[in-house]
T-cell receptor
């Protein structure tokens, strides 16, 4: 049990559709990051939110967007899905005062067909 | 793009043996972290070593960091079947974002 909850666990979407993935972080963890992990690869940083503002972005196109809410939950939205978007999407949160590493959720497995 | 590179890509050992995984990275870092991932699910944080530290222990884990060589190693002593997983190193350059390697798949046979 990590304290970070992601939903849904699995999702199948059609190319061109839009998807919203959700993450609920631990209380007090006001930094949340999203990562994409393709099969056989390490996670790649998508973006990070701090106090509801985007605080850094990786090499992902604008059709990847996010939101963070005051209750420590966040969303990852992907528009115009492509087959290559099929991956495990991971949410990670951290506490601003204690840098001991990140707490990851179990991920959402997205399959685009 | 991947910052780190783990070596070996896969490692198969017997229970009770030690497992050593290496990680190399390219840029200066604030800290380096190791994570474990079971069956393609979420990552579990194992240990964090700061750039001014050379060695750190946590239970059966021992991590070393050589910033001059831009490399780190993770040693798991007295391996158990439950240690079977993928292990990733991740570097933090101080911007609170992690850059991961491709990981080492460890198989521990009973």
């Amino acid at each position: 049990e990590t304290g970070v909850t992601q939903s849904p666990t699995h999702l199948i979407k059609t190319r061109g559709q839009q998807v919203t993935l959700r993450c609920s972080s631990q209380s007090g963890h006001n930094t949340v990051s999203w990562y994409q992990q393709a099969l056989g690869q390490g996670p790649q940083f998508i973006f990070q939110y701090y106090r509801e503002e985007e605080n850094g972005r990786g090499n992902f196109p604008p059709r990847f967007s996010g939101l963070q809410f005051p209750n420590y939950s966040s969303e990852l939205n992907v528009n115009a899905l492509e087959l290559d978007d099929s991956a495990l999407y991971l949410c990670a949160s951290s506490h601003p005062d204690v840098h001991y590493g990140y707490t990851f959720g179990s991920g959402t497995r997205l399959t685009v067909v | 793009s991947q910052q780190g590179e783990e070596d070996p890509q896969a490692l198969s050992i017997q229970e009770g043996e030690n497992a050593t995984m290496n990680c190399s990275y390219k840029t200066s870092i604030n800290n380096l972290q190791w994570y474990r991932q079971n069956s393609g699910r979420g990552l579990v944080h194992l240990i964090l070593i700061r750039s001014n530290e050379r060695e750190k222990h946590s239970g059966r884990l021992r991590v070393t960091l050589d910033t001059s060589k831009k490399s780190s190693s993770l040693l798991i002593t007295a391996s158990r079947a439950a240690d079977t997983a993928s292990y990733f190193c991740a570097t933090d350059r101080g911007y609170s974002t992690l850059t991961f390697g491709k990981g080492t798949m460890l198989l521990v046979s009973p």
